[in-house]
């Protein structure tokens, strides 16, 4: 998902050696795309999309079901995010009241990104096991650091010190 600043991308019409002719017809198409500054990339775990209008979507649905409720994400601002540091999971706010909940499988070692958010130049990865790693995105990560750097159960995370303490008043990951 891209979130932040939207910015056109267009990508001219170009011949494809692929094998496919549906691959070969959508590089012989002018490709426009509005894309944010920052990405969330979210490993296939336990996560469930919710938007204000009750529409919720899991890991399990379809992928139509999923496009249509990303399409209708579109839009909303990402206000705050709070953590969970002793497990990487998360819980995205959105302005228009869609959230986002991440959470690891129950056979999730943390050996792999939970999830991670990204920008052109920084990535920080969440990992199951509560602990992070961040850097460049053209260099190898830096070594991974516990989340709970003064035992604080959870992190909070917001565009304003009032939505972050908001945030924090709101039930964990694990409640909802």
Same mark, same amino acid.
């Given at each position: 998902m891209n979130f932040g600043a939207p910015r056109l /991308?267009? @990508?001219?019409p170009r011949v494809s050696k692929a094998t496919s002719a549906r691959v070969r017809a959508s590089f012989a198409r002018r490709g426009v795309y509005l894309r944010g500054t920052h990405w969330l990339v979210v490993s *296939? !775990?336990?996560w469930r999309l919710e938007l204000a209008d009750g529409l919720v979507v899991r /890991?399990? !649905?379809?992928?139509? @079901?999923? #496009?249509m409720a990303v399409a209708r994400l579109g839009g909303e601002n990402l206000n705050g995010l709070s953590i969970e540091t002793r497990t990487g999971a998360a819980m995205l706010y959105f302005d228009l009241g869609a959230r986002i909940v991440i959470r690891a499988r129950p /056979? /999730?070692? !943390?050996e792999f990104a939970l999830w991670s958010l990204s #920008? *052109?130049? +920084?990535?920080?990865?969440i990992y199951a096991d509560g602990s992070y790693c961040h850097g460049?995105? #053209?260099r190898s990560l830096e070594a991974r650091l516990p989340l709970a750097a003064h035992d604080e159960p959870l992190l909070a995370i917001a +565009?304003? *010190?009032k939505l972050a303490r908001a945030i924090r008043s709101k039930p964990s990951v694990a409640a909802v």
């Open positions: /991308d267009v @990508r001219e *296939p !775990g336990s /890991d399990s !649905g379809s992928m139509k @079901r999923l #496009n /056979d /999730d070692s !943390g #920008n *052109p130049t +920084r990535v920080v990865e460049s995105v #053209n +565009r304003t *010190p």
